[in-house]
């Protein structure tokens, strides 16, 4: 007899987002992040670029070939169009009332002057969910400032918590407000879905670099609000929980990762330093932190007689949390990650097979796929408008005057 709710293997689920279409205004990084989620699991995304020529910032994004632009805009179809004429507007609407999702992240002015605000959207379809990241969010003084990834890590305070204490501010090595951003619009979108189902309306979903950056401090930004505590750099410690941090070895340097007292005294015990259970300046969280050079040092003169890989062996076997500290080529090469499956395989016309990092979120009957490359620009264009109803001919007049 089968239980109930059993999936069937043989048996491939369409995607979990079919029949979803979304038309793409996004470029960059933090408006194609949100969009990459929605293509990945299997909505229609018609990326909307301008005709060679008609945008100077046309080259954001970096080279179309390169791995940043094809790892963000892969699974989706492409076609130019020129919204800054009013053919190239009125197609967009064509597109939009049958669409269910809109995503740019243009400054905030600029889809009023184009005319594809929510509201001239929600007139020709009142399902339509707007997706909007902007730098800063769509009002307020700095509402048309530009917005970039190390602005609102400035901004944001990240770069007054990294790096080691000290020696001034410092980036993160990746663009996590970007990111964020992408992500948190990518949730705002799907809890819009989810309401629309009981509506039947769509609404105006937003976020912004600056706001999410916030966000990201999280436990960092509340020992303020709550207790009035300014956080500083702590470099490789954590802020509050001591013992975390890089320690060398005989061979190189690995992370661990203490909470609790129940894993300070393993590992106590496991490198041989039970003596350090008995200092009255280590015997709890907060003291180990107020103390933190005299706990690093004691730890490290022990780390130093072991292999990074012994030491994370012995470490592990006794439950005490630990790693190695990967470059990028060696994290790849870990069995555990390519057990997860971090690296996505896709062909791709002029590069051949290329492999995109994957999405970390796993679904058991509607995962995540990479079917296609990212497309040249407008390598669909003709297809969406034969939908549409147009003839060659009219395509053929339409490029001529550059509305697509």
């Not at 509340?222 to 702590?234: C, D, H, I, K």
């Not at 106590?268 to 005299?294: I, M, W, Y």
Request: overall charge negative; aromatic content about 6%; charged content about 20%.
């Amino acid at each position: 007899m089968t239980e109930p709710n059993t999936i069937d293997p043989a048996t491939p689920a369409d995607p979990a987002l079919k029949g979803l279409r979304v038309l793409d205004l996004t470029r960059v990084r933090a408006g194609p992040t949100c969009v990459r989620m929605l293509a990945d699991f299997g909505a229609d995304v018609i990326k909307i670029e301008s005709p060679p020529g008609v945008d100077p910032n046309e080259s954001m994004g970096g080279p179309r070939d390169g791995g940043d632009f094809q790892n963000l805009h892969r699974n989706k179809r492409s076609m130019t169009l020129n919204l800054k004429t009013e053919e190239g507007r009125g197609i967009f609407m064509r597109l939009a009332k049958d669409t269910d999702v809109v995503a740019e992240n243009y400054r905030p002015d600029v889809k009023f002057r184009l005319g594809i605000d929510y509201e001239s959207l929600r007139a020709v379809n009142p399902r339509i969910i707007l997706a909007s990241v902007s730098g800063f969010g769509q009002d307020g003084p700095y509402r048309n400032r530009p917005g970039f990834d190390q602005i609102a890590q400035g901004m944001g305070g990240l770069m007054a918590i990294t790096g080691l204490p000290g020696q001034g501010p410092v980036r993160a090595g990746i663009a996590v407000a970007d990111s964020s951003s992408g992500l948190y619009a990518a949730l705002g979108v799907f809890i819009a879905l989810l309401e629309r189902a009981r509506t039947g309306q769509g609404q105006w979903v937003q976020a912004s670099l600056l706001q999410s950056q916030i966000a990201m401090l999280d436990f960092q930004a509340a020992r303020y609000l709550v207790s009035g505590e300014v956080p500083g750099q702590a470099g490789n410690d954590h802020p509050t929980s001591i013992p975390t941090g890089v320690f060398e070895t005989e061979d190189g340097h690995i992370n661990i990762a203490t909470a609790g007292e129940g894993q300070w005294r393993q590992l106590c015990t496991a490198l041989g330093l039970e003596e350090l259970l008995e200092n009255p300046d280590f015997q709890s969280e907060q003291l180990r932190s107020k103390h933190r050079v005299a706990v690093n040092t004691a730890l490290s003169e022990a780390t130093r007689s072991f292999t990074s890989q012994a030491l994370i062996d012995l470490l592990n076997g006794v439950g005490v949390p630990c790693g190695p500290i990967y470059r990028v080529d060696e994290m790849f090469a870990d069995p555990q990650v390519q057990h997860l499956g971090a690296a996505a395989p896709v062909r791709h016309p002029r590069l051949g097979d290329i492999r995109l990092v994957a999405q970390p979120v796993k679904l058991t009957r509607t995962p995540a796929r990479i079917e296609t490359a990212a497309p040249d620009a407008g390598e669909h264009t003709d297809a969406i408008l034969h939908d549409l109803g147009y003839t060659d001919p009219q395509i053929t007049d339409l490029r001529a005057r550059k509305v697509v």
